[in-house]
């Protein structure tokens, strides 16, 4: 069965501090990659997307991430995390083309960022 | 900007109960959708629906789950009967092509 991975589960860093959060996922067709968040007490938003083209896609908040077709990966990344970025990170894809397909999640990962 | 919303952001029930938790979906989107996450779990897809049926829908997504849209507006998931294990959060999303939009959850409490 399709399913997507995310590595860490809990990840604490410094005020600063570089982030990269790992995802994976299993299907060989074409997919649609997102990363949401999460943070505490609110509901889930959209923090990038991919679809096709550049394979390195800009979010909000300084986010960014990358898609490597070879590795099925789609890594979030940003270069100095800040306090407010603590929050828990979804993976999600969703498979094939066309509208209404359903998103598969991670299991999440929570960020903690202590100042 | 418009945005998905749920109601209630809480709800309380006993084992057995039925439960309508609602949804209002951002206006010109057409597909719907409930996910729900359990405690420490991953969110997991329930059910789509488009065009006033249900398009796919997950193991999870048995007998005693239904969806409704039963106006312009509003997109409801009917729990028949509650059991423990439907304790969690449940989140409406919806999408006018690709990217989901999701509301703020409600809450479900089975005791």
């Known amino acids: 069965a399709q399913s997507v991975s995310q590595h860490n589960h809990h990840v604490i860093l410094s005020e600063a501090a570089s982030l990269e959060l790992g995802c994976n996922y299993s299907y060989g067709g074409t997919v649609n990659l997102f990363w949401y968040v999460q943070y505490p007490g609110q509901h889930l938003q959209l923090l990038l997307k991919y679809f096709s083209g550049d394979p390195l896609v800009k979010g909000i908040k300084g986010f960014e991430a990358e898609f490597i077709k070879s590795k099925f990966s789609f890594n979030l990344r940003k270069p100095s995390v800040q306090w407010s970025d603590t929050a828990e990170y979804f993976c999600?894809?969703?498979?094939?083309?066309?509208?209404?397909?359903?998103?598969?999640f991670g299991t999440g990962t929570q960020l903690k960022v202590e100042l | 900007e418009p945005e998905v919303t749920q109601t209630p952001s809480h709800q309380v029930t006993q084992m057995g109960q039925e439960v309508i938790l609602r949804c209002v979906p951002i206006s010109n989107h057409l597909y719907f959708y409930w996910y729900r996450q359990i405690l420490g779990q991953k969110v997991e897809f329930l059910v789509s629906?488009?065009?006033?049926?249900?398009?796919?829908k997950s193991e999870i997504f048995d007998d005693q789950f239904s969806v409704e849209r039963p106006d312009g507006s509003n997109f409801t998931l009917k729990i028949r009967s509650t059991k423990l294990e439907d304790s969690a959060m449940y989140f409406c999303?919806?999408?006018?092509?690709?990217?989901?939009?999701f509301g703020p959850g409600t809450r479900l409490l089975v005791l």
């Open positions: 629906f488009y065009n006033n049926e249900i398009s796919e």
């Open positions: 999303a919806s999408t006018g092509l690709e990217t989901q939009y």
């Open positions: 999600a894809v969703i498979l094939g083309r066309g509208g209404g397909n359903k998103l598969t």
